[in-house]
């Protein structure tokens, strides 16, 4: 049976988790969403050189681009989700430090602070698999555990923008 100190401890690894992960995806979508307007000013630019050295092509291409990526940060909303992902991060701040003022031993505190970290996991928004997993790893790395992935840079890199599966990249042994 677990014990109110080991249920301690997982509730800590989850909240580090949880709250890291909300930071890699803040940072991801802010920078996505000041992305838009550098490629507006590059390819636009792109663009109207183009028309006087009658480039088609790379006037249709980089008009192309910017309107792909607009309709992509209109459709996604980088920029809320990142607002979304900051609240999230700072609500697992907040318990944290929750969990650091409770008696590590008491059963009670830590049930309700348990029950806390499913309404937190409700109220986060859908996580992508492999950046989790990775995540995870990367914390457990960070206390001095062993890493239970290997993941290949690109996977990781792309963990980013698609939810993957995690299973196939267990360490063996």
């Known amino acids: 049976m677990d014990t109110a100190l080991s249920r301690w401890e ?4 989850i909240s580090e988790c949880a709250q890291r992960y909300h930071s890699v995806r803040r940072s991801f979508l802010n920078r996505a969403a000041k992305l838009e307007p ?33 309709a992509a940060n209109l459709s ?21 430090e929750d969990l650091q003022s ?14 806390r970290t499913e309404e937190l996991h409700r109220e986060s928004p859908d996580q992508l698999t492999l950046l989790s997993a990775v995540i995870e790893d990367e914390v457990r790395l960070a ?23 995690w299973q196939s990249y267990r360490r063996s042994g």
């Open 10 to 13: 997982q509730l800590l690894l």
């Open 76 to 96: 996604f909303s980088f920029s809320s989700c990142a607002l979304k992902h900051d609240e999230m991060f700072r609500n697992w701040g907040r318990f944290r």
């Open 143 to 165: 206390r001095g555990d062993e890493p239970l992935l290997d993941v290949p840079p690109y996977k990781k890199f792309l963990a980013q923008f698609f939810s993957l599966s």
């Open 102 to 115: 409770i008696d590590k031993s008491d059963n009670d505190a830590v049930s309700k602070l348990e029950q």
């Open 38 to 70: 550098v490629l507006s000013l590059v390819f636009g630019s792109v663009a109207f050189a183009s028309i006087f050295a009658e480039y088609k092509w790379i006037t249709a291409l980089s008009a192309l681009i910017i309107t792909a990526y607009s």
